[in-house]
């Protein structure tokens, strides 16, 4: 194990999957691809097939590894303030000092924009009033 780098990733894709159709596979292929196109290395969770018969905190272990462990930045697709794994992963990679970037999507869905996000000023959502209550362990995705 000592001597070997593991492979790291310009960014680590966030965003909604749970209650979306097919884990909102078709936004998560989509953006990792233009990123791709750019010459951007991607970590993108919904090609581990795992997802498909994971426990959220099953998906929520592999996630956070990967983020403090194989990526630089973290990008967070539109509408990822509605996920609570979104918030939490935003939030390991605020404490990682990682910088972040929201993605904005043209109207074709043909390019992006990478907007500077300063994750210092975000705060979780769940941390007032009333609290998203559901066992992790048992919670399918």
């Known amino acids: 194990m000592f001597g070997k780098k593991k492979k790291k990733y310009d960014f680590y894709?966030?965003?909604?999957?749970?209650?979306?159709p097919n884990l909102n596979k078709e936004m998560f292929t989509l953006v990792a691809g233009l990123?791709?196109?750019?010459?951007?290395?991607?970590?993108?969770?919904?090609?581990?097939g795992?997802?498909?018969?994971?426990s959220f905190a099953s998906c929520m272990t592999t996630d956070i590894n990967?983020?403090?462990?194989?990526?630089?930045?973290?990008?967070?697709?539109?509408?990822w303030k509605d996920s609570l794994g979104a918030n939490t992963e935003a939030f390991v990679a605020f404490?990682?000092?990682?910088?972040a970037v929201e993605v904005t999507l043209n109207e074709t869905k043909t390019d992006i924009d990478l907007l500077p996000f300063d994750l210092s000023?975000?705060?979780l959502p769940y941390g007032e009033g009333e609290a998203c209550q559901f066992d992790p362990h048992d919670e399918e995705l």
């Open 13 to 20: 894709l966030a965003g909604c999957m749970r209650g979306i």
């Open 35 to 48: 990123l791709r196109d750019k010459g951007f290395t991607v970590f993108n969770p919904s090609e581990h």
């Open 50 to 54: 795992s997802y498909l018969r994971s």
């Open 66 to 79: 990967a983020i403090v462990n194989r990526c630089n930045k973290i990008a967070l697709l539109p509408s």
């Open 95 to 99: 404490v990682c000092g990682m910088e």
């Open 121 to 123: 000023n975000y705060r």
